[in-house]
């Protein structure tokens, strides 16, 4: 699990990222954006695999934005609570996925994300489902 769950969470973002910066680096409005979790800033009983794995994106996010800065490239991480994936369905089926965040809902942060170029910068999106109590 640990292998399998870093390969997706932490190594495939670092190699995405290490064969798109020479690209970013030729495009007049480059933008990277993660998808973290918000259980990359806190950690949750049964999740110490996945937590870490996020927790290892989030530091790396972290690092390459400050890393790549002076090359206009934007880096930026959607940490969602709660998306209802077939992931989420299949850990916690007692869930009911009706009142999580769809995914059409991060897809559209993500594109608002993509489509900002002014002096305002978004270096972390945390978001919530309606029904979690807010700033927790």
């Known amino acids: ?15 995405v990222c290490r ?4 690209i970013l680096k030729t495009s007049p ?8 979790s918000v259980v990359g800033i ?21 690092a390459l934005a400050r890393e790549v800065q002076s090359d206009g490239i934007r880096v930026h991480m959607i940490m969602p609570g709660g ?22 809902e991060i897809a559209d942060w993500v594109l608002f994300l993509a489509s900002r170029r002014g002096n305002a910068v978004v270096d972390e999106l945390q978001i919530r489902r309606a029904t979690k109590t807010p700033w927790e």
Do not use: C
Not at 1 to 15: E, G, H, K, L, S
Not at 19 to 22: N, V
Not at 42 to 62: C, D, E, M, P, R
């Open 1 to 15: 699990d640990w292998d399998r769950i870093m390969t997706v969470n932490a190594r495939a973002p670092y190699f």
């Open 19 to 22: 064969e798109a910066l020479p």
């Open 29 to 36: 409005s480059p933008v990277i954006i993660q998808i973290g």
């Open 42 to 62: 806190k950690g949750y009983v049964n999740q110490s695999i996945y937590s870490a794995s996020k927790h290892a994106l989030a530091g790396f996010t972290k």
């Open 83 to 104: 998306v209802a994936t077939e992931m989420i369905k299949s850990m916690r089926p007692d869930i009911n996925t009706s009142e999580m965040i769809q995914p059409q």
